[in-house]
Nanobody, 127 residues
Framework: QVQLVESGGGLVQAGDSLRLSCAHS????????MGWFRQAPGTEREIVAA???????YYGDSVKGRFTISRDNAKNMVYLQMASLKPDDTAVYYC?????????????????????WGQGTQVTVSS
């Protein structure tokens, strides 16, 4: 069973930067696609970014050019560097893992296909 633990959320001001981290407890980490999703009150969970085991990335339209997803396969870690934060970025951010059995290819982007989820970390951006 894989456990995901997020950290790094908090309260920041508009324009600030923040980095989220997610620790993956399982073996063969590089065979998992990893994703960051977010959910604000009253909205559906949306994808923020995803990354394959080899480092191919995907970004949601609202964060392109501001957020960067990365991973360290040696440490079983995935990161989300967030810059130029806006009040609309306020949400609970979730880390997710999808076992693909391979490193290459485009990462999974559909929330329903992810097998494991973290508990979430709150990010609040004040104006």
């Amino acid at each position: 069973q894989v456990q995901l633990v997020e950290s790094g959320g908090g309260l920041v001001q508009a324009g600030d930067s923040l980095r989220l981290s997610c620790a993956h407890s399982g073996r063969t980490f590089s065979m998992y696609d990893m994703g960051w999703f977010r959910q604000a009150p009253g909205t559906e969970r949306e994808i923020v970014a995803a990354i394959s085991g080899s480092g191919t990335t995907y970004y949601g339209d609202s964060v392109k050019g501001r957020f960067t997803i990365s991973r360290d396969n040696a440490k079983n870690m995935v990161y989300l560097q967030m810059a130029s934060l806006k009040p609309d970025d306020t949400a609970v951010y979730y880390c997710a893992a999808d076992y693909r059995g391979r490193k290459y290819g485009s990462p999974t982007t559909a929330a329903g296909l992810y097998d494991y989820w973290g508990q979430g970390t709150q990010v609040t951006v004040s104006s």
